[in-house]
Every structure is written in C-alpha cells, then in structure tokens.
C-alpha cells in the first residue's frame, strides 16, 4: 500500500521508464537488493538532460537496473559489471531484449585494470568498500563533465552508527575515504539524502 505521500510523489514520477515489482520481489528473494524508485527517477532524469555515449554499471545484480539504463539511455553503450556469476547470468537473460548491453561476469577492479574504454556516466551500486579502488582506476577513464553516481552512502545507517562491528567499522571507514576523494577539486559533488544515500559527482 502506498502512503498519500507516495501517492503524491508518484503523479511526478515522470522520467522512470518502468518498474517491475515481480523482478524486485524475485532479486530480494536471491538477495539481491535493487535500484529504489527515487533513484531511478533520479538517474533516469540525469539521462534524459546528457548525452552519455559510454556508461559503466559496476554491481549489475540481476539486471533491473541495467535494464532501466537501457531504456533511459538508448543511444549509450552499456558495459555492466558483475561477479557473481550466477547472477550475471540472470542479468544477461533479462537484459536479451537491450541491443546497447553488455554483461561482464568479473570483478570491477580486474575489468577496470585492463580497460581503456571512455567513461561517460559511472554507476557505482557493487560492493561498498571497493568504492574508492573504483572510483580511482574509473576516473582516468572519464572526460571532464563525466557523472558519477554511487548508491547506498548510508548503508542501511551504518556510515552514522556509533555501535559497529569490525567489519562493517572497516566498510564505513573505507566508504569515508571514497567521500574524501569524490568531495575534492577533481569533481563537483553533492550527497542527495534520497533513499539510502546518493552520491552524484561531475568531473571538473
Ligand atoms: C546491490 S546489488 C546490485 C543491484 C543492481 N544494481 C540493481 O539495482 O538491480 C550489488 C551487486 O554488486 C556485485 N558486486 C559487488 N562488488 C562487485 C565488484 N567488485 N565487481 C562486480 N560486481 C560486484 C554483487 O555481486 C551484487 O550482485
């Protein structure tokens, strides 16, 4: 059941090409936490006002979000990157109909150490403390006006929780070192409170 709030938002919700609650219940049951609308329409909305030839996905999941890319970009090349190959697998079935897809089924710091291919527009939505290796081997790769996007900043609350374990104070303090780095002159940068945190960065 959607809030009035929600009901409200959603008459507004005009740059989001689709959204397929079956796929999103199936990917949370494999564990796979998808795109949230707020972010779609976001993205969706960058999308429409660039003109991004070359983008790159790193954390395809099951593919729903590399599918909205598809749609939102259709004239864009896209290269999305996932290492779990089971999933990479369902991604690539339900991707068959998006002609400007590829699926990568290997790791983003491997795939990025041998590539030179431009980078456009960078969704970042893999593993949380890899951001930063990302970001660093991807942004060789981008032009000046190039867009970053990073998903899940507040990881569930644990980036401004005082009562962590080790591995998760390992993450948050990794994720930090990512904010540093997409907060300095390189980039234009601003969190958007959205969802569970979004990052959108241009290249200067
Ligand atoms: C949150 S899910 C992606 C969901 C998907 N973007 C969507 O919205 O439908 C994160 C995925 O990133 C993958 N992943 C994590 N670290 C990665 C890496 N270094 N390279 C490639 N894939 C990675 C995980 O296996 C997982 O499937």
């Known amino acids: 059941m959607l809030s009035s709030k ?43 006002i660039n003109n991004f030839k070359n983008v790159l996905e790193v954390g395809s999941g099951i593919g729903y979000s590399t599918k ?43 795939y990025l150490k041998n590539s030179k291919k431009q980078i456009d527009f960078l969704f970042l939505d893999g593993a949380k403390s890899k951001y930063l290796e990302v970001l660093d081997l991807a942004t060789p ?4 006006g190039s867009v970053i996007i990073a998903d899940n900043i507040f990881i569930r609350g644990k980036m401004y929780s005082e009562d962590l374990n080790r591995r998760n104070r390992t993450m948050v303090k990794k994720l930090k ?14 969190l958007i409170p959205i969802s569970d945190g979004v990052i959108y960065a241009k290249k200067k």
Do not use: H, Q
């Open 141 to 144: 790769l981008m032009i000046k």
């Open 6 to 48: 929600e009901k409200f938002i959603d008459i507004y919700r005009k740059n989001t090409p689709f959204v397929d609650r079956e796929y999103i219940k199936f990917s949370k049951e494999l564990g796979v936490i998808s795109i949230e609308d707020d972010v779609i329409e976001l993205i969706s909305y960058i999308a429409k």
């Open 177 to 190: 070192l990512f904010l540093e780095s997409i907060f300095s002159e390189e980039f234009d940068s601003i």
């Open 68 to 110: 909205i890319l598809s749609k939102v970009m259709p004239e864009a090349s896209i290269i999305s990157l996932e290492k779990n190959e089971e999933r990479a697998e369902y991604a690539k079935r339900y991707t068959s109909d998006c002609k400007n897809v590829e699926i990568i089924n290997d790791d983003a710091i491997t």
